[in-house]
T-cell receptor, first 112, second 111 residues
Framework: KQEVTQIPAALSVPEGENLVLNCSFTDSAIYNLQWFRQDPGKGLTSLLLIQSSQREQTSGRLNASLDKSSGRSTLYIAASQPGDSATYLC???????????FGTGTRLQVFP | EAQVTQNPRYLITVTGKKLTVTCSQN?????MSWYRQDPGLGLRQIYY???????DKGDVPEGYKVSRKEKRNFPLILESPSPNQTSLYFC??????????FGQGTRLTVV
């Protein structure tokens, strides 16, 4: 059974820092991995999608990497800003299932 | 604009009173699903649909029904809501196993 873990559960950093959020999964038989952002009480916004054949994806200040064989993905946020404060979720799309399996998220706070 | 639209955004109801949460997407996606999000439990899939007239149970289907009569719509039905169905609900759609798009969520309280 696929399990997705995100570390750390919470993170508080000063503005301007570069930071890394971690996601690990137990079953490497995945189609893809997706990173989302969720603001309190709001919906999920898709940030990056990495296909299983890819090693990384970039969007602006965000860079996500995928090491499928070791079951790991990282989300790198460059030059963090207070507006980056949110919960970040990773989710994997497994072979032989028809659902996204989510981690429990990393709650990020960036203070001025 | 590509989007998934859920209604209502907020709902307070009483135990046993049937309700429907609507979900509509404008991206011609075949795949749609419903999740609930609870503190400490994360997001769990309730039901999903691979295409029109094809639906199947997710991880926590008890107490819920769905239908998929049209490609764009995937309503979630609670025939007899109970307090343990108080949660934040999300509808999602995707093109097969591609990028998933989520609605803004429906916060349901059952008293």
């Amino acid at each position: 059974k696929q399990e997705v873990t995100q570390i750390p559960a919470a993170l508080s950093v000063p503005e301007g820092e570069n930071l890394v959020l971690n996601c690990s999964f137990t079953d490497s038989a995945i189609y893809n991995l997706q990173w989302f952002r969720q603001d309190p009480g709001k919906g999920l916004t898709s940030l990056l999608l990495i296909q299983s054949s890819q090693r990384e994806q970039t969007s602006g200040r965000l860079n996500a990497s995928l090491d499928k064989s070791s079951g790991r993905s990282t989300l790198y946020i460059a030059a963090s800003q207070p507006g980056d404060s949110a919960t970040y979720l990773c989710a994997v799309n497994n072979y032989n299932t028809d659902k996204l399996i989510f981690g429990t998220g990393t709650r990020l706070q960036v203070f001025p | 604009e590509a989007q998934v639209t859920q209604n209502p955004r907020y709902l307070i109801t009483v135990t046993g009173k049937k309700l429907t949460v609507t979900c509509s997407q404008n991206m011609n996606h075949e795949y749609m699903s419903w999740y609930r999000q609870d503190p400490g439990l994360g997001l769990r899939q309730i039901y999903y649909s691979m295409n029109v007239e094809v639906t199947d149970k997710g991880d926590v289907p008890e107490g819920y029904k769905v239908s998929r009569k049209e490609k764009r719509n995937f309503p979630l039905i609670l025939e007899s809501p109970s307090p343990n169905q108080t949660s934040l609900y999300f509808c999602a759609s995707s093109l097969g196993v591609g990028e998933a798009f989520f609605g803004q969520g429906t916060r349901l309280t059952v008293v």
